[in-house]
Nanobody, 124 residues
Framework: QVQLVESGGDLVQPGGSLTLSCAASGTIIEIHGFGWYRQYPGKQRELVAQVKSDSGGVTVYADSVEGRFTISRDNARNTMYLLMNNLEPEDTAVYYC????????????????WGQGTQVTVSE
């Protein structure tokens, strides 16, 4: 069984910074592509940033966060990060991480796992 657990969400003032973490645990064999998404109340979840496994690790950012957010990963810790700088009130949302993982149950194929979400609030 694989679990993704996000942390790092908080209340921050406009212009501030936060780093979200997503720790993957379980019988992991390999983490392939991964990404961060956010969801506003009453809206569908939208992509924030993604590292694509099938495109040589190409990184994609939503236009609204390009230049402010950075997605990264610590392979040794099976942890993914989203560094968010110059935060704006429009960034207020619940943030989710997602990853394509091959684990002992799904080997040799992959399954997509999601975390439970972490709240980011940008306000004075």
């Amino acid at each position: 069984q694989v679990q993704l657990v996000e942390s790092g969400g908080d209340l921050v003032q406009p212009g501030g910074s936060l780093t979200l973490s997503c720790a993957a645990s379980g019988t992991i064999i390999e983490i392939h592509g991964f990404g961060w998404y956010r969801q506003y109340p009453g809206k569908q979840r939208e992509l924030v940033a993604q590292v694509k496994s099938d495109s040589g690790g190409v990184t994609v950012y939503a236009d609204s966060v390009e230049g402010r957010f950075t997605i990264s990963r610590d392979n040794a810790r099976n942890t993914m990060y989203l560094l968010m700088n110059n935060l704006e009130p429009e960034d207020t949302a619940v943030y989710y991480c997602s990853a394509e993982i091959t684990d002992r149950k799904t080997w040799p194929t992959r399954a997509t796992y999601w975390g439970q979400g972490t709240q980011v609030t940008v306000s004075e």
